[in-house]
């Protein structure tokens, strides 16, 4: 056994490594023999992805470079054109019968339930009676080319009886006020006496703040296949973040048990909770076909109809009213959200929970009252996006602490250290948890120095004296975020790990791998354990046979979850393996000792596999089922109190933008970032999420820009109308370096943090010093009224609005 087993928080897992017990270092001196090199590629290792000379080279392969089996059908789904109307006929003949045409479903050929919906029932596979976006599904061709299958749905003769259609948050809100009820019920976190703490603050403002949607953009977009096997059973190849909850909205529409389906997906080409609960449409349509002819069926969308079909991070607008002292300490703040989550609830009511635990950021209110609305719209339904609402919920009281500086003419750094959460656990969040692992203050400190923010502000406001077209703007923002799925029974995990006779491990678990190096991670996590060479463990797919009721690969919880399953598996095996050669050679057990690729056995060692081998041929198990389940969590949603993250991850950045105030035109000049991920499981794939996070996030606040037209019909729905960033949008001067203080105070997988989430609010730091230069282009005179994302338009218009005086 290594020294993690006996410490589970790993404190030791460099300078112990492979120590099984308590033998003391005196002891061991006795019979050790020359050092040897340590394991290629154990955790804390700055290792390459598993994948990544395939990424770069084209060899890695995705569902759609799977050869096809003969017979294989392609698959089109037909989309309304309308935003909500009432289907008064249908006409399918003309596509049955047209040439090369092998199937047409609609939902009348559904055998189980229409519905893949994740919760509640409300996202039909195929339309029946009404629709309610432009791009809803209504029925599918299979054929023998993609081209033919597209065709022919064209033939189809449809009726609509067209009804009034929300598209905006205004019309939704106005949509819901008139019907007396929202698509979700409202939810209210209280904190304190928020009425009396604003009517007694010194100061107070309040302000509106749009913040748009953005397109998950994966390079491979939304794709299945499903092979039809012996008595009705189902291999469903998706590109998935969540291969259980496929398996389930498969298996419900084909009128199956679960047993009866398999899903299993290798890899993604990017997910970002877009392949969250979404995936479950383009699987099951496949699946039908499949059940329905006999044959191979595949679904693989092209970019337009991918962009118009699926749902995209929520639209939101935050009204808030904030009461704070001159100093600038916060009093009270009265926070709503308007959510928009469109026609279906999808996982909406999760999404705009976290935007509310999250409206705290980093900062601790005395009183808070966070009142969130989930409002409908005939637009496609909303779904997961990483942060998943958190964003949503930490740049409305960034704006609320970028006025409350211009208001009382501070730099608007000081004003946040000043609302900081502290470091001794004293302050609760607005849902009642105390925050007991605060490290924001030092991370900002270290990165205010390190950054030379000071002097840089000072050199901003010189470049703005003396430049009237160019202005700078610079702004330093932290984050803190919640870790843990926060619907408490998701917060498990499953692994299933193999040794072989040969010494070599095979290696499966729930989470997926979309390119952000988990397996990478869980790997090494099993080889730290066994002590044995990375390269000695199996990377295998994502199956739903093998490690069953998975929860999806969101909430950052991928390498939390899924790293901890990995390891119980592999200790419940390395303790098989203790108690085989304490017995085989008379020894104790703690005086066996996993080393480099070899076991120490008293006196004598052994390579790692001759011990396998000879475990295997006593009749050893050398197999072993591993699971987790993250403690100490709940949230009483009636009460609106409780505990429903493990811990919180923190990092801070500072950016440096310049805008061209005659065109809008602005660019991210340099951006500095301290990230804390705990003890890093793994530098390099960390120091990439953090770095792809950032830029993510910087375009959603800056150029990605949804846009419906009064049909509902979405205009952006291709790289040619819709902007993500490219590599010329990062800034030239970019740093970014873990927290090397970072240790998680939680027992995590090696005291590690999350890293798949929080990055992401780092740009927040971008979208405040684009505000930070539209107000030094009004001379300072107002606080630009500036909503996201921040194009050159919405920023040439404030600059106008500061210059004409507000």
């Not at 303790?575 to 020894?587: E, F, M, N, T």
């Amino acid at each position: 056994m290594t020294a993690a087993m006996d410490h589970p928080d790993g404190e030791s897992r460099v300078q112990d490594r492979g120590m099984a017990g308590t033998v003391s270092p005196e002891a061991l001196a006795e019979t050790a023999p020359p050092a040897q090199a340590a394991i290629t590629g154990g955790v804390a290792v700055a290792l390459a992805h598993d994948s990544a000379a395939k990424h770069v080279s084209g060899a890695a392969r995705y569902i759609d470079d799977d050869p096809e089996l003969p017979g294989t059908l392609r698959v089109y789904i037909a989309m309304s054109t309308r935003a909500h109307a009432r289907i008064t006929g249908m006409d399918l003949a003309a596509v049955r019968t047209a040439e090369g045409v092998v199937a047409v479903l609609s939902a009348a050929d559904i055998p189980g339930i229409n519905d893949y919906s994740p919760v509640f029932g409300d996202d039909p596979i195929f339309a029946e009676d009404t629709v309610e976006y432009v791009g809803q599904s209504i029925f599918a061709v299979a054929a023998e080319t993609l081209g033919t299958a597209r065709a022919a749905a064209k033939l189809a003769v449809i009726g609509y009886e067209d009804r009034p259609a929300a598209i905006s948050i205004d019309a939704a809100e106005k949509l819901a006020d008139e019907a007396g009820a929202d698509l979700l019920p409202p939810h209210e976190m209280r904190l304190g006496d928020v009425e009396a703490a604003l009517a007694a603050a010194p100061r107070r403002l309040a302000g509106t703040l749009d913040l748009g949607g953005q397109d998950h953009f994966y390079l491979e977009g939304q794709i299945a296949v499903a092979i039809p096997g012996e008595d009705g059973d189902m291999l469903v190849r998706s590109s998935t973040q969540h291969p259980s909850e496929v398996q389930h909205n498969v298996a419900k529409a084909l009128g199956l048990a679960d047993h009866a389906v398999t899903v299993e997906v290798r890899r993604m080409g990017g997910g970002f909770g877009g392949k969250e609960s979404q995936p479950a449409l383009f699987a099951a349509v496949a699946a039908l076909v499949a059940q329905k002819t006999g044959r191979p069926a595949k679904c693989r969308l092209d970019r337009d109809d991918d962009m118009e079909m699926t749902g995209k991070r929520h639209e939101a607008r935050i009204r808030y009213a904030v009461g704070y002292a001159e100093d600038g300490k916060i009093a009270a703040m009265d926070a709503e959200h308007f959510i928009r989550c469109g026609y279906s609830k999808d996982l909406s009511g999760a999404i705009a929970d976290r935007a509310m635990f999250h409206a705290d950021n980093a900062y601790a209110l005395p009183a808070a009252r966070i009142h969130s609305r989930r409002l409908k719209t005939h637009t496609v339904s909303n779904t997961a996006f990483r942060g998943f609402g958190g964003p949503q919920g930490m740049v409305g009281i960034e704006r609320a602490l970028d006025r409350i500086a211009f208001d009382l003419s501070m730099d608007p750094l000081d004003v946040r250290k000043r609302n900081f959460y502290p470091a001794d656990g004293a302050a609760l969040t607005p849902y009642h948890m105390a925050v007991t692992d605060s490290v924001i203050g030092e991370i900002v400190d270290e990165l205010e120095a390190s950054s030379d923010y000071r002097a840089r502000r000072e050199a901003v406001k010189a470049f703005n004296a003396a430049n009237p077209v160019l202005k700078k703007g610079l702004a330093l923002t932290p984050v803190k975020f919640g870790i843990s799925f926060t619907t408490s029974h998701l917060n498990q995990a499953g692994a299933l790990v193999h040794v072989y006779k040969d010494g070599s491990v095979h290696l499966n678990h729930g989470g997926t791998e979309m390119g952000q190096g988990l397996f990478t991670k869980v790997a090494q996590v099993v080889a730290e354990e066994f002590q044995i060479d990375v390269g000695q463990v199996k990377i295998t797919a994502t199956t739903t046979g093998k490690v069953p009721n998975t929860s999806a690969t969101a909430a950052s919880s991928g390498s939390d979850l899924n790293g901890m399953a990995a390891q119980a598996a592999a200790r419940t095996i390395k303790k098989r393996l203790i108690a085989y050669a304490a017995g085989q050679y008379d020894v104790p057990p703690e005086c066996i000792i996993f080393l480099p690729n070899r076991v120490r056995i008293g006196t004598q060692e052994k390579r790692f596999s001759d011990l396998v081998a000879e475990a295997y041929l006593a009749r050893v198990s050398l197999s072993s089922t591993g699971f987790y389940a993250t403690p100490g969590i709940a949230y009483d949603r009636e009460s609106a109190t409780g505990t429903p993250f493990y811990y919180f991850a923190y990092g801070a950045a500072c950016s440096e933008v310049v805008i061209d105030t005659l065109t809008g035109e602005n660019r991210l000049l340099r951006a500095d970032i301290l990230h804390d991920v705990g003890k890093s499981l793994n530098p390099a794939l960390d120091l990439g999420q953090i770095e792809g996070g950032f830029v993510q996030g910087m375009g959603w606040l800056t150029t990605e820009e949804l846009w419906w037209d009064k049909a509902g019909r979405l205009r952006t729905h291709a790289p040619s109308t819709y902007k993500i960033p490219t590599a010329n949008d990062r800034p030239d001067d970019f740093r970014v370096s873990l927290w090397a203080k970072g240790e998680n105070r939680a027992e995590t997988i090696y005291r590690s943090k999350a890293v798949g989430e929080p990055p992401f609010m780092l740009a927040i730091s971008v979208f405040s010093a684009l505000t930070d230069a539209v107000c030094a282009a009004g001379d300072g005179r107002a606080f630009p009224d500036l909503d996201a994302p921040a194009t050159p338009e919405r920023i040439l218009a404030a600059v106008d609005a500061v210059r004409r005086g507000g």
